[in-house]
């Protein structure tokens, strides 16, 4: 019985990441089409924007969710270099 439990999560998992795949792929063009209308930081605000959207479900349903800020200086970081590397992707396609 644990076999077809399991089988099931796998099953799950690869329709998460074909699905995660089709949408890397879909905002990659629209992100060229919109390039040509639109500057990059605008592009990069509804992407960021967007993927909140899709999240704030999951968040609400948790409703524990919190964040550990005893090492904020290390978050504020990796945000800084993860919208740095997105506007730079965009500035540069």
């Not at 089988?7 to 992100?31: E, P």
């Not at 500057?39 to 960021?48: A, D, T, V």
Request: with cysteine; proline share 3%.
């Amino acid at each position: 019985m644990p076999n077809i439990h399991l089988r099931n999560h796998y099953q799950k998992a690869i329709v998460c990441m074909v699905l995660a795949y089709i949408s890397i792929a879909l905002m990659g063009v629209f992100v060229k089409y919109a390039s040509d209308e639109l500057p990059s930081s605008e592009i990069l605000f509804s992407r960021f924007f967007i993927g909140f959207v899709f999240l704030l479900p999951f968040l609400i349903k948790d409703g524990d969710f919190k964040v550990d800020m005893s090492q904020w200086k290390f978050l504020v970081l990796r945000n800084l270099a993860g919208i740095a590397s997105m506007l730079l992707t965009f500035y540069a396609d």
